[in-house]
């Protein structure tokens, strides 16, 4: 079993900085496939950028150059370092960890982009 809190959301405006935070409980972290998903108002949620145990990572096209992400295996945390931010990213940001066939999802803390 895992669990997984994010933190660090929050109010911005465009162009500023945040960075997200997810801490892990449970002895699998550093095997897992660790991501940052987000759910727009009236969007399906979507994929922004994965890490593997390995740290290979993946980023959405709509975030590449903006969003960097992180693990540190021996915190059990994940960051997703957020800048140039936009209106459009503005979402409930979810932190994933996959481990082969289970997946555990976080509460979701809200990211809000707005002058």
């Known amino acids: 079993q895992v669990q997984l809190v994010e933190s660090g959301g929050g109010l911005v405006q465009p162009g500023g900085s945040l960075r997200l935070s997810c801490a892990a409980s449970g002895s699998i972290f550093s095997m897992s496939t660790m991501g940052w998903y987000r759910r727009a108002p009236g969007k399906q949620r979507e994929l922004v950028a994965l890490?593997?145990?390995?740290?290979?990572?993946n980023y959405a096209d709509s975030v590449k150059g903006r969003f960097t992400i992180s693990r540190d295996n021996a915190k059990n945390t994940v960051s997703l370092q957020m800048n140039s931010l936009k209106p459009e990213d503005t979402a409930v940001y979810y932190c994933k960890a996959n481990y082969y066939l289970d997946d555990y999802w976080g509460q979701g803390t809200q990211v809000t982009v707005s002058s």
């Open positions: 890490i593997t145990r390995s740290g290979s990572t």
